[in-house]
């Protein structure tokens, strides 16, 4: 079984053994209430007691305590009892949708564009924190094909989806099918459905590494991909952006191969898989990919002081 967290003292290990066994003889106790208890009187740190409630019984009062979920859920219960629920901040996506009404006249009319602010929310409603943005694009394929609008139209309304249509469609062809290379990945994926098109995501310095994007990104696939057969991501390090560099001249292309296949590997632990001759990753949204809790994704995380509004 994965450890979840750090290995714990022989001071604190004696402690909470102890603690388990006072925990099964009293079935009267309440779960959350006898971790408590040892949290502030024994002054445990919480998650060595966690690894070794882990370790050592896989139900206490007849709740499972298995999964990643469950002890992290645990601890947030002991942290809001405690009164440390502002060092906690939950995940959450802010979204303003813009799409144009009225009857369709051009392409970008079935574009609809999803602005993203990626926020860490106190659970006492006190504090918020900016932790990023993501920016998607919903593709009305289905729409465009039933009006009889050409979908190289639509797509052409700029770069970022003329890429996308080209890489899972031959627009110049008078019947619209996806790719013989989209059709081996994605037999179940059908060229007339609608298309996510994952087009920015940043996340601020200080919040990096904690898998906060590929949760977000997990999300957002689940929110909006209903109706798609694809979804797809150009994996780009925003590091090489012409805007975050001084001159032109720094740019290190070694650095930039190295750093967006690094990029790509992030993305395909959700399932995404690259499309042959194309910048582009690919998922059908369809089909199975592990789940947020097999991946282990974040739905709090922590502020620190440097993290924390002030």
């Known amino acids: 079984m994965e450890r979840l967290f750090t290995p714990v003292s022989e001071r604190d290990e004696t402690v909470a053994r102890d603690h388990l066994v006072d925990l099964r003889s009293k079935p ?80 970008d009319d079935y574009l609809v564009h999803l602005e993203g602010t ?12 900016k932790i990023g943005t993501i920016q998607v694009i919903l593709i009305k394929v289905g729409e465009c094909i039933n009006d009889k609008f050409p979908l190289h139209t ?6 970022e989806t003329l890429d996308a249509g080209n890489a899972v469609y031959d627009l110049s062809a008078d019947e619209y099918e996806y790719t013989p290379s989209v059709v081996r990945m994605f037999p179940d994926a059908m060229p007339f459905n609608d298309i996510l098109l994952i087009k920015r995501m940043e996340i601020e310095p200080s919040f990096r590494g904690k898998k906060i994007g590929l949760a977000v990104l997990y999300q957002a696939i689940k929110d909006w991909s209903s109706g798609c057969s694809l979804v797809l991501i150009k994996p780009f390090p925003l590091q090489f952006e012409v805007s975050n560099l001084k001159k032109e001249m720094e740019r290190d292309l070694g650095a930039e191969k190295a750093a967006t296949k690094k990029l790509k590997n992030y993305y395909q632990t959700l399932g995404f898989e690259s499309i042959p001759k194309t910048p582009f990753l ?27 509004p002030s």
């Open 28 to 107: 009267e106790s309440g779960e959350t209430e006898c971790i408590r208890t040892l949290y502030v009187t024994q002054t445990i740190d919480l998650e060595s007691y966690l690894t070794l409630l882990e370790r050592e019984v896989r139900t206490v009062q007849g709740q499972s305590l298995k999964s990643r979920h469950s002890l992290l859920g645990l601890a947030r219960r002991i942290q809001v009892m405690n009164g440390d629920e502002d060092n906690e901040a939950m995940l959450a996506i802010e979204y303003a949708i813009y799409r144009g009404v009225g009857p369709i006249d051009e392409g």
């Open 118 to 129: 990626i926020m860490g929310h106190g659970d006492s409603g006190k504090s918020s924190t």
């Open 154 to 159: 639509m797509f052409d309304v700029q770069q």
């Open 282 to 308: 690919a998922m059908c949204p369809v089909q199975r990919y592990p789940t947020f809790e097999e991946l282990g994704l974040p739905k709090y995380i922590t502020l620190t002081p440097e993290t924390k």
